[in-house]
């Protein structure tokens, strides 16, 4: 029945090698979002794909690209981590902006 | 001064107890209020949703907003050991074309059998 569902749910990479997590969605929701969340804080939003289109915040590093190939699917790419990017990888789905529903999420860890 | 606050705790109840969770906010632009319960290591899981002032409830949860004093309430009844989680306040407010949240710090709530 899982709904958003994340992958892998944990991930080891190595300073400076890229690495890509995925997600996934049955709602058929048309927005899907990427937020990363590190211990005791808050979920930081990275981006959101509302339809096709891509919207980044702001302050989100270069080194994080997304990708949406379909409907039901999202990626994150992390160009080059660095230590500071270990943390809680959230995915996230909503109807148009209203309530968002989240995956798993993916802990990634940089070695 | 940060948009939402809320107090990180940590909480410590013990079971059956009522528990109340609290957020403030400082932007009347805010439409929709959420709480998210969040146990470690897991993604955030929505656990009520409401848009106006008063009183929402499900199950042992209430949810209460006060939009004149900018102030959100959740009250779990009968609090059990498997509540032992973060509570996650937060808020929607339109940013250009889109909805986004504004998320508090989270509260800590442990319950003791």
């Known amino acids: 029945d899982a709904m958003v569902i994340q992958n892998p749910r944990y991930q080891v990479t190595q300073f400076g090698k890229p690495v890509t997590l995925s997600c996934s969605q049955t709602l058929n929701h048309n927005v899907m979002y990427w937020y990363q969340q590190k211990s005791s804080q808050a979920p930081k939003l990275l981006f959101h794909y509302y339809d096709k289109d891509f919207n980044n915040e702001a302050d989100t590093p270069d080194n994080f690209q997304s990708r949406r190939p379909n409907t039901s699917f999202c990626f994150l790419d992390i160009r080059s981590p660095g230590l500071g990017d270990a943390a809680m990888y959230l995915c996230?789905?909503?109807?148009?902006?209203?309530?968002?529903?989240f995956g798993p999420g993916t802990r990634l860890t940089v070695l | 001064q940060k948009e939402v606050e809320q107090d990180p705790g940590p909480l410590s109840v013990p079971e059956g107890a009522i528990v109340s969770l609290n957020c403030t906010y400082s932007n009347s632009a805010f439409q929709y209020f959420m709480w998210y319960r969040q146990y470690s290591r897991k993604g955030p899981e929505l656990l009520m949703y409401?848009?106006s002032s008063g009183n929402k409830e499900d199950g042992r949860f209430t949810a209460q907003v006060d939009k004149s004093s900018k102030y959100i309430s959740l009250f779990i009844r009968d609090s059990q050991p498997s509540d032992s989680a973060t509570y996650l306040c937060?808020?929607?407010?339109?940013?250009?074309?889109?909805?986004?949240?504004?998320w508090g710090l989270g509260t800590s709530l442990a319950v003791n059998p």
């Open positions: 937060a808020m929607s407010v339109w940013a250009g074309n889109n909805r986004k949240l504004i």
């Open positions: 996230a789905t909503s109807r148009n902006t209203d309530t968002q529903y």
């Open positions: 409401t848009y």
